[in-house]
DNA sequence: GCAAAAGTGTTCTTCGTACACCCATGA
DNA sequence: TCATGGGTGTACGAAGAACACTTTTGC
């Protein structure tokens, strides 16, 4: 079966440059190409477009097809059109990029193997992709500024310094701790996520007697917003006692006892997820920078 | 003559959104369609990508054609593919747009007659060009944050309310006169244009004479900065002789005079050109950004 | 002569940035 | 116990934003 027309027509393909954050440093997956030409090199996931899609459809599937990734948000780049960058024939490829976090792993359906790498640890590349990958990389520099577009390489929960160095890698600049945070916070478009504890792991026995009765089950935070004789009715915990996450009180019984829940261990620092509704806020109006 | 392929090929064309500023508002380029489809509809200059030129290349070709412009900066939009976007077949096209001097006029090689459209007045459009204008319009708002773009809209020589003018033009908004020009000035990238005077207009006579003799030409702004005695030694012009653009006292005749010569007519106030220079050091640094 | 635009500075507020110590966690 | 990272506030300087009156120009 063949195909003809009355002038010459390119081929049409397109390229993905996905984006992944480990926590650490940006990342950027590759596939190895098992065929000539560039046989053995490394490349961006993409193919060829058929004639009933769109080139993000195509991207699409490309993606799906060759990683397992089911990325719905693909950010195009625009089309790269040098005449000889693929020896086979002319082919004009539209480049995307995507963000996603790493976890969403890549299977590879073996036929082609994907690999993540450190971006600073990339190798050679096949066609023109290196030039797509500089273009990408300015690209996301471009776009960070004028939306939170990081939180798709994070997951529904992070931590400040998660993002912090989300932002450092993409930025390639170093943050001050502080200000980060408070920029960031400012900013309202995140907010704390609910955390998880233990059950609660100690009891402590209070040597203070009360004479009021009151119970009382809150976070520390709480705690301190309202004076002490508020939420305990005149007896004070100790500061070991109240720098606990969770605690519950009850001060009615005999032998008073505060119940405190750690949290749980192998996470650490405070998460926070984003909220939506600001996101789509500032992403409506366009008015909106991340500027450091 | 024919071109056969083994798998369907799309067709890739090029479109140019053009915009230019008349001084007061943002404009845009159409031409008429003289064949079907959409004929009599107006539509974006562009045309079918040849095999040995890229989409710039392409681009470029078609707007000399089409419109005798010879544009050099060309900025791509990213391509738009969607599958019924042309009716005759399956047509990807790679827009760009580009910012010119309306007064770089428009032959119209008369096949394609080409018309300037003000940015709220353009017509309906063929294809699915309203989409790409709407594109365009979108990405020049954001270039414009990163790079004096604006100036490539402007002639060699411009006052400050026009270059205003054309960024409330770009952005949709109004700035306080006072605070755009500070802003602008403090880039740096600004410097005052050589104006042209007329020939002296009128000769005062000095009333005060001055022992010392000494003569001077220069502008009003330089004598402010220097003080009356290092100009005139000792001898004060009155302030009326002060306001004019240019001066010119010679000081050391029996009656010494001033001669000034005032701003041509048909100008209205200080015209700037923009330093190359400093203009060349941001667009490398990327570090810079218009804010408002 | 009259209306429209140009020229000009200051104040207040907001935002950016620099900076240090203590405590909790995990190895 | 030791090293690493998390949590927290303040003070200074720079930049943004608001604001009015006089002169010049063009009609």
């Not at 046989?39 to 195509?58: S, Y």
């Not at 190798?123 to 996301?140: C, N, S, T, V």
Request: hydrophobic share 35%; proline share 4%; aromatic share 14%.
């Amino acid at each position: 079966m063949s195909y003809t027309y009355p002038y010459p027509h390119p081929a049409v393909a397109t390229d993905c440059v996905v984006f992944g954050f480990d926590g650490k440093g940006l990342q950027v997956l590759l596939i190895r190409r098992g065929v000539e030409p560039y046989k053995g090199l490394w490349a961006f996931p993409g193919g060829f477009m058929r004639m009933d899609e769109t080139a993000e459809e195509c991207a699409k599937r490309e993606l799906q097809e060759e990683t397992s990734l089911n990325i719905q948000m693909l950010k195009q780049l625009g089309a790269f059109s040098g005449v000889h960058r693929d020896p086979r024939e002319r082919v004009v490829s539209v480049a995307f990029y995507a963000l996603v976090q790493p976890s969403e792993v890549v299977g590879g359906d073996d036929a082609s193997h994907a690999e993540w790498f450190a971006i600073e640890e990339v190798p050679q590349l096949a066609f023109d992709h290196d030039f797509i990958l500089r273009k990408a990389m300015q690209q996301l520099r471009k776009d960070i500024y004028f939306e939170p577009i990081g939180f798709e390489l994070l997951g529904s929960a992070f931590t400040m310094s998660e993002l912090q160095r989300l932002y450092e890698a993409i930025l390639g600049v170093r943050f001050d701790r502080r200000n980060f945070e408070k920029k960031m916070l400012q900013t309202g478009i995140l907010q704390l996520a609910e955390e998880e504890y233990d059950d609660i792991a100690d009891v402590f026995t209070c040597f203070e007697q009360s004479d009021e009765t009151n119970s009382f089950f809150g976070k520390t935070k709480e705690m301190r917003t309202k004076s002490i004789d508020e939420l305990f009715g005149g007896f004070k915990p100790s500061d070991s006692e109240m720098k606990f996450s969770d605690i519950n009180c009850s001060l009615n019984s005999e032998s008073p006892t505060i119940e405190t829940a750690k949290r749980k261990p192998g996470r650490k620092g405070r998460k926070y997820s984003f909220n939506k509704d600001e996101y789509d806020r500032f992403k409506k109006n366009n008015n909106f920078r991340f500027e450091f």
